[in-house]
DNA sequence: ACCTGAACACCGTTCAAGT
DNA sequence: ACCTGAACACCGTTCAAGT
């Protein structure tokens, strides 16, 4: 029953053959060890001793190959609910685990912006969400755009960071400096709250932020509708 | 005192002379009339009839080019306030004229995703909003939180948006296959939902709940400091 | 001093040709 | 049928050499 491979074959030490997966396994390697910045369908083709035509007869194109690796991220997070842990808790520490995987990973949250990452693992995370929300007794529609909005939030907060680690620590002097020099007669209110305001808090901080307004917002029995 | 240009030049009609306005001139025509995606330095150089070497004397590298691209493009927003203006309808009004001018540049709200704008009308916007912010009750910190989410989430919708377009309608109806086609036992709420909750709605519009729903989660009366 | 031709070190994707 | 070498059509950035 077991497949033969020839003797004659000894250059080198069994190529395995190519597989969609075996693909995304190769590409996973060169993201944890060297950034999604060396993601690139040469180097994934070069790790699997081939060349980089050889990809596209499993994957579509780089986005595609981009959105599996992200699902796959995905699947490492855990995504349950027993239900006993306050549902305001349990989404804090998702969202934290959600960025933590992203920073963990540099240079995958931007991708991850533009991609629907299509597999079964995303759904699983938004399935969860949403029965968070619904839990806390946000209705259906407000519950999708929090969702999409917290979602989205989470990882242009990584992309934003990761690209300021890129560029090195002078982009954010530059940014602070900007800020401290506001001209007091044409930008009084920055002036007057200086670069405090935007350089304070942890992406985690802002995250954590974002979901408590956002929640007390749709919660708000104030709320107008509009 | 005006310089004299040598007569015996005669082969092109008047090279003008390099200069950093020049250069985002030139840009700026290339994004107006083929968008972001044709925004190269070696398209730049080339309106300019020149060598892409030559725009590194005047322009630290792409990315600053995109950032003084954004910039001028703020400076065509209307950024006044009247103070008669409800702020929750210039709020509104600003947001949509932001989001309009982003769509209306195919490709650059993704630069404007990952770059600080360093120049003096990203300020003035930012002066606006706080303004707006402050008048409407928002202590200072949270209006810096509100003002940086507002015009991330601003930005990235309109990415999102124009990524998907480059796509093409395919992508659109990936998704809402993938969404409708949830399994009921593994995604009991996604396949209750369907794809009716993340399809509808324009990005415009999910601004404005976005604005509106952070505006109540922002002074809500029962806020708990989180 | 200011400018730039040419090169360096890459990209994603396609397709004709091989096995 | 499955796979891929080689090419196509590009990139951003640097630097030695020119004026």
Redo the contacts between chains.
């Keep these: 029953m077991a497949r033969q491979t020839p003797v004659s074959r000894r250059e080198r030490p069994a190529k395995p053959a190519l597989t969609r997966d075996g693909i995304v396994d190769a590409a996973m390697a060169i993201l944890v060890a060297e950034g999604a910045q060396a993601l690139t369908m040469r180097r994934v083709a070069g790790a699997l001793d081939t060349g980089p035509a050889s990809l596209y007869v499993y994957v579509r194109n780089a986005?595609e190959l981009s959105a599996l690796l992200i699902d796959r991220l995905i699947a490492s997070l855990d995504l349950s609910w027993d239900g006993v842990e306050p549902w305001r808790d349990r989404l804090h520490r998702l969202f934290a685990d959600y960025s933590a995987m992203l920073a963990d990973h540099s240079g995958i949250a931007?991708p991850a912006?533009?991609v629907?990452p299509?597999g079964?693992h995303y759904?699983?995370l938004?399935?969860v969400l949403?029965?968070l929300l619904?839990a806390a007794g946000v209705p259906?529609?407000?519950?999708?755009?929090a969702t999409?909005?917290l979602l989205?939030?989470a990882t242009?907060?990584v992309?934003?960071w990761d690209?300021r680690r890129e560029?090195g620590e002078q982009?954010l002097s530059?940014?602070v400096t900007?800020l401290d020099s506001?001209d007091p007669e044409?930008?009084?209110?920055?002036a007057a709250?200086g670069s405090a305001?935007?350089v304070r808090?942890s992406h985690e901080e802002?995250s954590?932020?974002?979901i408590?307004?956002?929640?007390?917002?749709?919660l708000?029995p104030?709320?107008?509708s509009?």
């Design positions: 986005t931007r912006l533009f629907w299509d079964p759904l699983d938004i399935e949403m029965r619904t259906p529609e407000a519950a999708g755009r999409d909005l989205q939030h242009a907060a992309a934003e690209s560029r982009d530059d940014l900007t506001a044409r930008h009084p209110t920055v709250l305001l935007f808090g802002r954590a932020w974002l408590d307004t956002l929640l007390d917002g749709v708000a104030t709320r107008s509009g």
